[in-house]
């Protein structure tokens, strides 16, 4: 069985140039898979808004939101139709105070894998945390309990394991951009590498 296909024509809107579409959902990730259980698991906020933390149950009683996204991964496999639930990012930013100065976020995660976003990339109304896939709580090797979604960029955008977000008051680059990846990820422009 083949695990990946080439995408019809009819789906040339959807998906982007050197994509090929996965069976299932890969699995993906640099170093040890962290597990946190929903009640260890913080999020901080922090930088140019008030230091905040916000526990699990503070997320859950957040409006909660259903979403269908499809998934592009930097290494060329994409997923449509993904279905997940969670908290969108603009309902979350009702809950901080962020300091209009800033212009970029830090995603920080348990493990220690950062990757930074433009606010402008960040605060949209399609992107969320999710903590449910496929309607099961998201599973820790997909980035549980909880996630960032960026549909519109590379899936290393939707940080997975995310504990905190750090606003900036300029760019700042994370463990893929430091390593070469592009700093904003836009797959429909193939942005997988750095040009600098």
């Known amino acids: 069985m083949k695990f990946f296909e080439k995408p019809g024509a009819d789906l040339a809107d959807r998906v ?10 890969p699995v993906l990730t ?8 929903t009640e ?25 939101s259903e979403f269908t996204a499809d998934f592009h991964c930097v ?3 994409s997923k449509l139709d993904v279905k997940w639930r969670g908290v969108k990012v603009t309902d ?32 949209r109304e399609e992107n969320f945390f999710a903590h449910t896939l496929f309607d099961e709580p998201l599973p820790a090797e997909h980035g549980g309990p909880m996630r960032l979604v960026v549909p519109h ?10 504990n905190g977000l750090v606003f900036l008051s300029e760019m700042e680059l994370g463990f893929w951009e430091r390593n070469g990846y592009h700093h904003r990820g836009e797959p429909f422009a193939e942005e997988r590498y750095s040009q600098i």
């Open 92 to 123: 979350f930013l009702k809950e901080i105070d962020v300091d209009p100065s800033a212009i970029h976020v830090m995603e920080h995660c348990y493990g220690g894998y950062t990757t930074n976003l433009s606010m402008a990339d960040f605060a």
């Open 16 to 25: 982007p140039p050197g994509q090929h579409l996965a069976k299932g959902f």
């Open 153 to 162: 960029l590379y899936a290393w955008k939707s940080a997975k394991w995310i």
């Open 40 to 64: 260890n698991w913080q999020f901080t906020v922090s930088g140019l808004a008030p230091d905040k933390t916000f526990s699990w149950q503070d997320f859950i009683d957040m409006p909660q």
């Open 30 to 37: 640099y170093g040890d898979t962290p597990t946190v259980s």
């Open 75 to 77: 290494t060329t496999w």
